[in-house]
């Protein structure tokens, strides 16, 4: 059963469409991430949820736009896709506790592909 | 800021051969550091952590000590394997009052060799 998963894996389209990702995790965490990873492998951090209320906003154009439902999931939303958004997504989760860190556990990875 | 610092890659080693990979950190308060491993195609996964000042984690035949007077966390191996090879980032993460917040490095890619 997969702790943290992502939908789609892959994802091609072209600019100027509109494009969701889906995470759902089970492990109960009450933290939930987005990562972007672009060529050079750097990890990004774009936002951050803690029991469904935004904690983390980077400098993210308003183009991305997560959506929280519940604990367990955190989608992202990304209009008029550019080019500069090809990139890999990663969606993370941790159990907070005040005072100590948990460690983040992530999903595989969406690729997306803008043309 | 708090921030990670770690060694530019790639890297290419022969099987068997010794690996450091060197970290350093800049933070207040009492971070927790962290070694993560992403593997061709796959996503980030924990290879070993420490949460104070000379823990020492370790896993899969790798280590490193969290140093406080240094500032470092550096991920060393004895005896690399083609297996191995993959990108490998340091983090540390803080405890606040909205939640865990992770910082990374950039990433060294590890070629290993036969």
């Known amino acids: 059963d997969t702790a943290v998963s992502q939908t789609p894996k892959y994802l091609v389209t072209q600019m100027g469409n509109d494009k969701s990702i889906k995470c759902e995790q089970n492990l109960g965490h009450d933290t939930m991430y987005w990562y972007k990873q672009d060529s050079k492998k750097f990890l990004k951090i774009m936002f951050s949820?803690?029991?469904?209320?935004?904690?983390i906003n980077e400098t993210v154009p308003n183009r991305f736009s997560p959506k929280s439902p519940d604990k367990a999931h955190l989608n992202l939303h990304i209009n008029s896709l550019e080019l500069g958004d090809s990139a890999v997504y990663f969606c993370?989760?941790?159990?907070?506790?005040?005072?100590?860190?948990?460690?983040?556990?992530f999903g595989e990875g969406s690729r997306l592909t803008v043309l | 800021g708090d921030s990670v610092t770690q060694m530019e890659g790639p890297v290419t080693l022969s099987e068997e051969a010794f690996l450091t990979i060197n970290c350093t950190y800049t933070?207040?308060?009492?971070?927790?550091l962290f070694w993560y491993v992403q593997y061709p195609g796959e996503g980030l996964q924990l290879l070993l952590k420490a949460t104070k000042a000379d823990d020492k984690g370790s896993n899969k035949g790798f280590e490193a000590t969290y140093r406080k007077e240094t500032t470092s966390f550096h991920l060393e191996k004895g005896s690399v394997q083609v297996s191995d090879s993959a990108v490998y980032f340091c983090a540390l993460s803080k405890s606040t009052n909205t939640g865990n917040q992770f910082y990374f490095g950039t990433g060294t890619s590890l070629t290993v060799i036969p």
């Open positions: 949820y803690n029991n469904k209320e935004l904690i």
């Open positions: 993370a989760s941790s159990i907070w506790t005040s005072g100590a860190t948990g460690e983040l556990f």
């Open positions: 933070a207040t308060g009492y971070p927790s």
